[in-house]
Each structure stands twice: as C-alpha cells, then as structure tokens.
C-alpha cells in the first residue's frame, strides 16, 4: 500500500475513533454527567435560597432559578396564619375552616415530636430504627395532607365562601425585571394551534405553551409552562470534562502515533541501518533489505529496492575494478618477467653474434672462413628478429582486440595447410575430426596465433612417420565447444610440464635440441587464450602429448 494511502487511512481511523469516543461520551456519559451536575445546583439552589430567605425575610434582591414559582412558607407555632413569600410578592393566608386548622395544629405537633434533621444529621445517615420512625412521621404528615385535601374539596364544593382569607402584604411588580418578550404560533391543522409565549429575566427564560383545539362542541386549552435550558447549565459540566477528555485524546493520538510509527518511522530507521551495514560491510557481503519485505509495496520498497540496486552497481563497478587490478598487477608482473627474461634470452644470441663477428674480423682460426661463420651470425640475428617481432606482436595483439564471429574449424583448415610441406617431408600423417565447422565469437589474429604456435608443436615434436590427430567438437560434456590436437610419439618431462606455459622454457624435439626453439609460442598461446577467456591446457596422452581448447561459448 502506498505511503500517501497509509496516511489517509491513518487519518481516517484516527478521525473515526476520535468521532466514536466523543459520540459516545455525548450520548453515555454527558447526560448522566448533567443530571447529576443539575441535581448538585438544584440542591444548592435551593440551600442559598431558603438561607437568604432566613437571613433578610424576603426575598428583595435574591437568585432563585425560577422567579415565577419558587417561594417560602412560614408556619407559626401558634395560631391559624401562615405567612408566604415569593419574588414577586408576599401574603398572608388565615385558615378560616376548622378542621383545617386541626390538620394543621396535628400536622405542628408530629414536626414538633419528631424534630427537624440539621445538616450534620441527613435521615439517612440516621440509625435503622430512628430513620424507620422519620418514615412513619413522614407517611402520618402525608395522610394529614390527603385529609387536608378532602377538606379542601369539600369546602370548595358545599359552599360559598372560600376556607382561607388571603391578605397581600407586598407586591413588588417587578414585571420590568422580564425582557425579550415574543409570541410564536404552530399550527399543526385547521383546528389545532399551539401559541409559544416566551420571556426572559436576568437569569432563566421562561416559555409557556398553550395548545388550543376546537371540537364540535368544544374548545379545548392544555397549558405547560416550562424553564428553558440555558448554556451556562451545561458548560460546567463540559469545562469538568476536559481533564478527562484531554487524557483519553492524549491516549489515543499517542496509541495511534505508535502504531503509525511502526508502519512509517520503523521502516525508515531500518533503512538507515541497511545503508550503514552498506558502508561498513567488507567485500559488499550485505544481503538485498528487498528479502526482509517480501509482501512490501510501498514507496519504502521502492526505496529498499533502489538502494539495494545501487549497492549492487557499486558492488559490481568495485568488482571489475579489483578484476581490472589484478590483471593489471598480473601484466605487470608478466611484463617484469618477460622484460627480465627476454633480455636474458638475447643476451645468448646477441654474445654469439658479436663472438663469430669478431672472430672473423680478427682472422682467427677457423673463423677466417667468413663464407662458413656469416650464415650463422645471419641464423642468430634471425633468431634475434623473430623474437622481436614476437614480442612487439604480442603487446600489439592484446591493445587491439576485435571480437567478430570466426569459423575456427576452416581458420584450422588453412592453418594446417601451410604445414604440408613440412609433414609430407617427414612422413608425418593429420587428420581433423568431428565437426566439419566450429562458429564462434572471437579475435581472428589471437586465435590464428593460438592455432599456429600449437600447431608449430605437434609438427615440430611429432617423430618422423608418427601422426596428427585433430578432433573438433561443438559440444563436450559441459555443453562447451572444444577442439583437441594430439601429436603422438612425444612426451613432455615431468619436471617440464609445470612449466610449459612459463616464457623462454623450451623441450627437445626429433633431430635437433632445445636451442631450435626459443620457448615464445606455449607462453603466447596462453596469453591468448587468457585474453579471449579459452581454457588452454597441455597434458601427456598415451603415447602422445595432448593440447585442449575449451572456449567459453
């Protein structure tokens, strides 16, 4: 998966769960947190209110959260007049009906037997058996209030005249308090209306809804007056949430980093790794990072596949460097040894040549025949020529390689054919074998020079009346081409054949001895055969001595 996708899915599921959390701390936990957050404040609402009202016995210039309904009942001990206090107002109501006034003398004593809890002694914190006997107290007063309500329904309805005489003590008007007064009207059918009224004072809003609809013998009205919700109720409860909140966000950006970090940052400090395993690795023996991520299909393997790309070109340029300086070192070395010994090599003819010289100018002896001695300086500055010219053409040869597609089996052809006179001369038999052709890619003058020094052999250590066997064939037993050169009734000394391929090292052939020969063409054809990547060994057979070409195509 791509980098960019990760990403985007990172942020997709990080913006999902963060989305999941808060839903669900909206729906779960905040309503709880806010009933519990309103019942505190009604609570304490209620406590300051009844205190001021204790403290100033009224309520001039006291919060309460619903001005409209909340007010203050004073019972006296003794007496018939109960005085009550509101916002807006204050009276007294004088209990004109007996029975009414019995409830209430009964009602007085329970209070007075059963005492008031203070705030040290809630009823529930009280004993077993106390907190059973509050109870009862509580359910008496409750029967005391259904007695005083079938009083009520009772006066009411058998008489005339209502049970209690209310004097108005105070009215303080503050209608100039309310503001932001508006109507608003939803009709739902022709015959259903509800009307939104709505008013506001300094610390609530207050909405009441009147749902009028009209039958066919009626007209119906259903009045509910509530207290809108305020912000400010809420915002505490979101402001006490935030620790929380914050605590469990932190968690899971922290959470979700890590993870994003072992599939981002991970990857990235593994390859800073593999780069410094690449810089201090000796002989580049570092493994591809490719191997470690085989399912891996991102910008990070790109990256992997990249570095590991360019370590292998680097590993490869130092290669066939190191491979260039070896050869180097070995031309170099070769050419040490061939200077050294080359030089050697002409001493020998060069002192012969200068002795006969001087021999003949002094008249000495037998070297007074100059018609004897000359051929032999000839012979010997011949010999010196060739092996100059062998020299320059083997340096020549190798800066100017040219590869081309050669026929070897008919270059060997005509090679074999400039030695006839010479193999008819000693009765000395060749025959080529195998393959009529061996098509292959390489530099003529090298394999020409390869072919005609191994050539030169064969005839030249082959005894008079002895044989030539040639067998060429394009595929051995490792699927290589292979030509083979067998010259029989020769053999190579032992302590000789390590040495075969070494300059200046020379056997001895039939009729004549090892001067014939200055050692130039084994060594040539090996150098040759190096450069042209031919594998050239020279082994004794049965009877024969054996010399095979195995060429790398």
């Known amino acids: 998966m791509r980098l960019g996708r990760k990403n985007l899915l990172y942020s997709m599921g990080l913006a999902g769960v963060m989305m999941l959390f808060l839903v669900g701390y909206f729906i779960c936990m905040l309503p709880s947190l806010y009933v519990d957050h309103m019942m505190e404040q009604n609570l304490k609402s209620i406590y300051e209110q009844h205190r001021a009202y204790m403290e100033t016995g009224s309520y001039d210039g006291v919060r309460v959260r619903n001005a409209t309904v909340c007010f203050s009942m004073e019972i006296p001990l003794d007496g018939d007049c109960i005085l009550v206090a509101g916002k807006a107002f204050s009276a007294e109501i004088t209990l004109k009906d007996r029975r009414m006034a019995e409830i209430l003398d ?53 008489t005339d005249l209502f049970p209690v005489e209310i004097r108005l003590l105070s009215n303080s008007g503050f209608a100039e308090d309310f503001f932001h007064e508006s109507m608003k009207a939803h009709t739902y059918s022709e015959d259903l209306v509800i009307m939104e009224y709505g008013v506001e004072d300094a610390h609530n809003r207050y909405a009441n809804y009147i749902a009028m609809e009209r039958t066919e013998d009626s007209i119906v009205l259903s009045v509910l007056p509530v207290v809108a919700p305020d912000a400010d109720e809420i915002r505490p409860v979101v402001l006490q949430s935030l620790p929380m909140l914050g605590a469990v966000i932190l968690l899971l950006v922290l959470l979700f980093s890590w993870m994003y970090s072992r ?47 360019f370590y292998r070109q680097i590993r490869e340029s130092y290669q066939e460097l190191e491979e260039k300086n070896r050869e180097l070192r070995e031309e170099n070395r070769r050419q040490e040894i061939f200077l050294r010994a080359s030089s050697h090599q002409l001493k020998t003819p060069i002192a012969a040549a200068l002795l006969l010289v001087e021999g003949m100018i002094n008249e000495i002896g037998r070297y007074r025949e100059t018609k004897v001695y000359l051929p032999k300086v000839k012979e010997q500055l011949l ?44 009765g000395i038999s060749a025959a080529v074998t195998g393959a009529e052709s061996l098509p292959l890619y390489t530099d003529e003058m090298m394999i020409t020079q390869i072919l005609d020094n191994l050539l030169s052999n064969a005839v030249k250590y082959t005894p008079r009346s002895g044989y030539i066997k040639i067998e060429l064939m394009e595929c051995n037993e490792k699927g290589k081409p292979e030509m083979r050169i067998e010259n029989s009734g020769s053999h190579i000394e032992g302590s000789l054949l390590p040495h075969i391929f070494e300059p200046f090292v020379r056997g001895r052939h039939e009729g004549g001895s090892s001067l014939d020969s200055h050692g130039l063409g084994l060594y040539i054809a090996s150098y040759y055969a190096k450069k042209l990547d031919i594998s050239l060994s020279v082994r004794n057979g049965e009877g024969c001595v054996m010399a095979v070409l195995v060429f790398a195509e």
């Open 106 to 158: 009964r009602c007085r004593e329970k209070l007075e037997a059963g005492g008031i809890p203070g705030k040290e002694e809630a009823a529930d914190d009280l004993p077993n058996e106390e907190n059973r006997e509050r109870k009862t107290d509580a359910d008496l007063l409750a029967d005391e209030m259904e007695a005083l309500k079938e009083v009520l329904l009772e006066t009411v309805s058998d």
């Open 263 to 309: 599939g981002i940052v991970e990857p990235v400090l593994r390859l800073v790794r593999h780069a410094e395993e690449m810089e201090y690795a000796r002989d580049f023996q570092v493994a591809p990072l490719a191997e470690e991520w085989p399912d891996r299909k991102d910008e990070m393997r790109e990256l992997a596949d990249t570095l590991d790309d």
């Open 383 to 426: 010999s010196m020529r060739r092996m100059v010219e062998e020299i320059l053409y083997l340096n020549h040869c190798a800066e100017n390689r040219k590869l081309q597609r050669i026929d070897v089996g008919g270059l060997l052809a005509q090679r074999l054919q400039s030695y006839q006179v010479e193999l008819a001369d000693r």
